[in-house]
């Protein structure tokens, strides 16, 4: 009697994991060529999104030290925690901007970056899955 109830509970698990593996497995291959389609930013476009977002976040933070810095009042809470948050925020794209420019040097070295267009081209990426995948 409990051998046989041990046996049913693990089939079911095993069926619901199966059951999540294959539709989570459909979906994967299902919007691969969506994304091969869509593509993805150029580095250019990446980059100058980066240095625009960390100005911005600088300019806001001058400005608000500038705020206090005239009048000679004591900073606000809410100010403070501004502040501190825009701190953040500016190490964070800091540390962004700095991976980044790691994995577009990886990019330039593997060749995968076309330097004419500055984007990135799936051409050379398309013949090599399809060489792989013409042995099959």
């Not at 040097?105 to 090599?128: A, D, H, V």
Request: net charge positive; glycine share 6%.
């Amino acid at each position: 009697m409990g051998e046989s109830a041990i046996f049913f509970t693990i089939s079911v698990l095993t069926c619901f994991g199966i059951a999540v593996w294959v539709i989570y497995g459909a979906f994967g291959l299902g919007a691969l060529p969506m994304f091969l389609i869509k593509g993805t930013k150029s580095l250019q476009e990446t980059k100058n999104e980066l240095s625009n977002d960390l100005s911005k976040i600088r300019e806001r933070y001058r400005a608000i030290q500038e705020k206090y810095a005239r009048s000679h009042t004591k900073i606000s809470k809410s100010d403070q925690r501004l502040l501190s948050n825009l701190k953040k925020q500016e190490r964070f794209l800091v540390d962004f901007q700095g991976n980044f420019s790691i994995k577009a040097g990886i990019f330039f070295k593997k060749g995968l970056f076309q330097r004419k267009t500055r984007k990135l081209t799936y051409s050379r990426i398309n013949s090599r899955v399809c060489r792989r995948f013409s042995k099959y």
